[in-house]
């Protein structure tokens, strides 16, 4: 599905040229297979996806991470959990003391087959960053199909049950909002306090971060509005609320993505949209290319859609970038 980089390729990018920092979390795309299929997917992961990051590509990610010190490893998919090498992953890179984030559809724990995992997550104190698009089950259902909300739901109160959320706890878990539609992303610390109010009042559930993320014009979203005539209009909302201030904090300047190949990305959005890494004129470039490549310094590929991340109080995997 690459219409969305057709329309990004249309003019050239007048977004501002960035170079990364030094190199902190990596971000893994564990395939793009799912158990569902989000209307506001960027991935354009589903049941039906067969890529799958194999055990050789783990083993390369985790000898990564020791040799940089990486101190963060962030899953995502697809629903990272469905790899058959997620809990190896996940144990070997605890093992070494790496802060490991499960970017969680929550309904995936209510799947048969997969009773035991948010004992798993649990037990090795993986941060959840879980996917709940808003607090009422008509939007939910809406945007990621039927019967998702009440799954959700189930889903959050397990986790609640294992200490997740609790204020005398250290297992992490947070929610992620994306917008329905071709907004932006209301306040995120005023989302907060709507969504712990409402989610504790009428089901007892507890979380301790709200991040609210701008849906971005590439794959399944991109689509949808280029289908609707609304892309043009999309992207000039984006340009017009850009903010300069947001630059120093968006996430390609500490972050890696790296696909279920091991190619790497210099973020988890170009890697959907196949933008080799720094403006690579050679193209693509492997995670075991990076051996002895400094990447410090090095240009960031920028296309239009990086907008999304400046446009606002700015959006990263960890929401707002304003404080």
């Known amino acids: 599905m690459h219409d969305t980089l057709i329309y990004l390729e249309k003019e050239q990018t007048d977004f501002p040229v960035i170079t990364r920092n030094a190199l902190e979390i990596l971000q893994v795309n564990l395939g793009y297979l799912c158990n569902l299929s989000c209307t506001h997917c960027h991935v354009n992961a589903g049941p039906k996806r067969t890529e799958l990051m194999d055990k050789a590509t783990v083993d390369l990610i985790l000898d990564f991470i020791n040799r940089e010190a990486i101190h963060t490893l962030d899953l995502t998919g697809g629903a990272p959990e469905m790899n058959p090498h997620f809990e190896y992953l996940v144990t070997r890179a605890r093992a070494m003391d790496v802060t490991v984030i499960d970017r969680c559809n929550l309904v995936i724990l209510e799947e048969p087959g997969y009773e035991g995992l948010a004992g798993f997550l649990a037990g090795n104190k993986v941060e959840v960053t879980a996917s709940l698009p808003c607090y009422l089950e008509d939007n939910v259902d809406k945007q990621r199909g039927k019967g998702t909300f009440g799954a959700s739901l189930s889903a959050l109160k397990k986790l609640n049950a294992l200490g997740y959320g ?97 190619y790497v990305y210099d973020c988890d959005f170009n890697q959907m949209l196949q933008l080799p890494l720094g403006a690579n004129p050679a193209g693509k470039t492997h995670l075991s290319d990076l051996i002895s490549r400094p990447l410090p310094g090095s240009a960031i590929t920028v296309r239009q859609h990086c907008y999304g991340c400046t446009a606002g109080q700015g959006s990263s995997c960890s929401g707002a970038l304003e404080s």
């Open 166 to 262: 609790q204020p005398d706890s250290d297992l992490q878990l947070n929610l992620v909002f994306n917008p329905q539609g071709t907004n932006l992303p209301p306040a995120q610390q005023a989302l907060e306090k709507a969504y712990k109010e409402h989610l504790k009042e009428h089901y007892g559930i507890v979380f301790n971060k709200l991040f609210a993320i701008t849906n971005l014009p590439i794959q399944r979203f991109g689509s949808m509005l280029i289908s609707k005539g609304l892309f043009d209009d999309y992207l000039q909302l984006l340009k017009d609320n850009y903010r300069q201030e947001n630059l120093p904090g968006v996430m390609c300047r500490n972050t890696l993505s790296v696909d279920w190949q091991g």
